[in-house]
């Protein structure tokens, strides 16, 4: 069983900064890709941000160049640092793991910004 588990939300103003953390217990394993997806209301899921076993990253357009992915796999914590936040931003944040990035789900950490 894989539990992953997100924190580090909140409420920021426009242009503001926010670290997401999930951190992964279970049956997790070193070959697995990890990512973050967003859900705005009334929106589909997005794919925001992804980390492979070997370290390569890969972003949403839009977010590319504000936002970093990271992990420490000594502590089998995945990170989001959001930058330069945008109103648009706003949604819930899921963290997600497997061999395709989105076999196992978090229940998510809300982001607002406000303008």
């Known amino acids: 069983q894989v539990q992953l588990v997100e924190s580090g939300g909140g409420s920021v103003q426009s242009g503001g900064s926010l670290r997401l953390s999930c951190v992964a217990s279970g049956d997790t394993y070193d070959n697995w890709c990890m990512a973050w997806f967003r859900q705005a209301p009334g929106k589909e899921r997005e794919g925001v941000a992804a980390?492979?076993?070997?370290?390569?990253?890969s972003y949403e357009g839009s977010v590319e160049g504000r936002f970093t992915i990271s992990q420490d796999n000594a502590k089998n914590t995945l990170y989001l640092q959001m930058n330069s936040l945008k109103p648009e931003d706003t949604a819930m944040y899921y963290c997600?793991?497997?061999?395709?990035?989105?076999?196992?789900w978090g229940q998510g950490t809300q982001v607002t910004v406000s303008s």
């Open positions: 997600a793991a497997g061999m395709t990035c989105n076999n196992y």
């Open positions: 980390i492979g076993s070997d370290g390569t990253t």
